[in-house]
């Protein structure tokens, strides 16, 4: 009889947790994170991260950055917009047209990135009323920023809304925005690029 009631017990579990797996898709629930799926510590991101390889300095594939609805600032959910552990910043223009356009091959900053982070998390939220634009640009401009090892943070896409004057960070969780409308961080970017060592800054 007590085997029988164990038995019933259990079933009567996995029925609820079935109900309730089905409940949460339902509404809209995100589906459970599998931890195999990502080498980080991190939830994966909105964006799935550009394709890296190689260890420490990493080469960024521009190419697989996803496009980005400019002109529509979505709402900022606050926070530190850069994390600490910055390896490299990668300019990607990522072309938008069909057949693609020629574009710029990424440039890649590897020295002084405190300096370019710290400016990125000085910017303000936008200001609710800040105007937007509707302009067709043939790129995305994007910053893939990648983490020391250590961090196990996967790589970071920030996308520039030149229709905003905005910078866009969206992960799993939450939507980062910042405003560029007073300190353009593209032109400390390109300071700090032609700054650096040849060796450091090579063009991948």
């Known amino acids: ?66 496009r980005y609805d400019t002109g529509i600032l979505p709402a900022d959910a606050g926070g530190e917009f850069v994390p600490y552990g910055a390896d490299t910043v990668t300019r990607c223009d990522t072309a938008l047209e069909t ?40 790129t995305q401009l994007s910053f893939v920023i990648t983490f020391e090892p250590r961090t196990r943070r996967r790589p970071m896409v920030v996308v520039v809304d030149r229709n905003c004057a905005a910078l866009v960070v969206s992960d799993y969780t939450a939507t980062r925005v910042r405003s560029y409308a007073t300190l353009d961080p593209m032109q400390i970017f390109d300071k700090l690029y032609a700054a650096q060592s040849p060796s450091m800054g090579t063009t991948r």
């Open 1 to 66: 009889m007590r085997t029988k009631l164990a038995i019933v017990g259990v079933a009567a579990v996995a029925v609820v947790g079935v109900a309730a797996v089905a409940a949460g898709q339902a509404v809209g629930l995100p589906p459970p994170i599998d931890p195999s799926a990502s080498p980080s510590m991190e939830p994966p991101s909105a964006y799935p991260s550009p394709v890296v390889s190689g260890p420490g300095s990493q080469a960024v594939d521009c190419s697989t950055i996803p």
């Open 99 to 138: 057949p693609s356009p020629t574009t710029a091959p990424p440039q890649v900053l590897t020295q002084d990135l405190a300096s370019f982070v710290q400016v990125l998390n000085s910017l303000p939220a936008p200001e609710t009323n800040q105007a937007c634009l509707r302009m067709a640009f043939p």
